[in-house]
């Protein structure tokens, strides 16, 4: 079969889905590797490297599919397009819940909340996490859980009682549900420092865990085969609940020490493996997301002010991180703290999704005046401004070209400019 596809080699598409998740790094600014024959693959029969299997393909122009923070990866490839999967849209995300819940009472109480919270919404795009969305709040609005349970607002709490309702559903078919979920965190960040999102037997008997119906709470089991033989591997249901359980670990195994050199660490590494497990760390040191977990909290230092000197892309996506990182801790007083002084804020030039926005929005509530808020090419578009509509009117300078913001999003502006105390002075 593979002789035959390959004659019309015009027909085919090869798609990487994930490439973030790939073990392997590749230097695509590498002139020498195109001389050397040994490192490109020009024959389907000839065997070589992964590594250099994905680098011959991707520079015949594919399709790969990878989170933003790996796109750094891609700069020197030859790539001449490139597409922002957007999921759902308008009334796709309502009908998701109507559909997920066989009450209709509950369906439009669950989406009423979610749709009044500008980040729980903003994530609705996508089907895994509306899927989560649902399994975590649906309790809150069947009323199987007491009116002592606040409904989480933030991603970091939403995630805290998706595990929570794990093991107190599920606790009661094995002894020890608690040391069980810490080997299951040990393997998750085992998993995000090496890139690994799929687990075979022997990983599971390294962490010495059994499959079971506590475990299926966390991991699908998919049957792989390789030529005749089959075995049976592991994936977490999604890889954020990968990365949510392996920072929760961090906080069911308290060492101080330890916990600080793991932070450095991380915040050290530049490919992103560890960027959404930061923003949950942040998220657990909050009291109210971890209520049920046991009393470890990681305090904060106080972030470096960071402004709009950060002319770099790693200097930008640096500040945005921390940002996010004030968000999911909601502590006020220590965004204030960070924040209050900030007069210039830069992200021009690097792309900013509606979740961006909305926590940039967030934030921005706890400076003072902005001096020049910089999101010139960020490709914010007419949602992401949705977002920051509520604090346009705080900057003295607003450069918003190159965003494609439409007539709708010009309408925002418009509104936020006829804010009685609006300090804009220039607009671009």
Known sequence: MLREIWKNQVGLLFIFDGLDEFKDRIDFGDSQRDIDSQRTCTDPQFRCKVSDIVYSLIQHK???????????????????????????????????????????????????????????????????????????????FMKTLGHSYRIPKTITQLYSYYIYNILKNHSREIESPCETLVRVGQMAFTGVAEKSIVFTDEDLSMYKLQPSQFLSGFLMELLEK?????????????????????????????????????????????????????????????????????????????????????????????????????????????????????ETISFGGLRLTPIDCAVLSHVIRFCGTIKFLNLEHCLIQCEGLQRLAPVLHKCQELGLGANDLGDSGVKRVSAALKMPDCKVEKLR
């Open 62 to 140: 594919l399709l790969v599919t990878t989170r933003p923070a790996a796109l750094h990866l891609l700069e020197k490839a030859e790539i001449s397009d490139w597409t922002e999967i957007l999921g759902f849209v308008g009334e796709e995300r309502k009908e998701y819940f109507n559909m997920f819940f066989e009450d209709q009472t509950v369906a439009t109480a669950v989406f009423k909340h979610v749709e009044e919270n500008e980040i729980l919404y903003t994530m609705t795009y996508n089907p895994s996490y509306c899927w989560i969305l649902g399994q975590a709040l649906g309790p809150f």
């Open 226 to 342: 390789e030529d005749c033989a089959r075995s049976m591997v592991y994936t977490f249901t999604h890889l954020t609940i990968q990365e949510f359980v392996a920072a929760l670990v961090r906080f069911l195994t308290p060492n101080a020490r330890g916990i600080q050199k793991l932070l450095t660490e991380a915040h050290c590494s530049t490919d992103g493996r560890f960027e959404v497990f930061l923003h949950f760390v942040a998220g657990l040191s909050s009291p109210l997301s971890a209520r049920h977990w046991r009393s470890f909290w990681v305090h904060l230092e106080e972030v470096k002010r960071q402004t709009g000197n950060a002319g770099s892309e790693a200097g930008k996506r640096s500040l945005l991180n921390t940002m996010h990182y004030l968000f999911e801790s909601q502590n006020h007083a220590l965004a204030r703290q960070t924040l209050g002084l900030v």
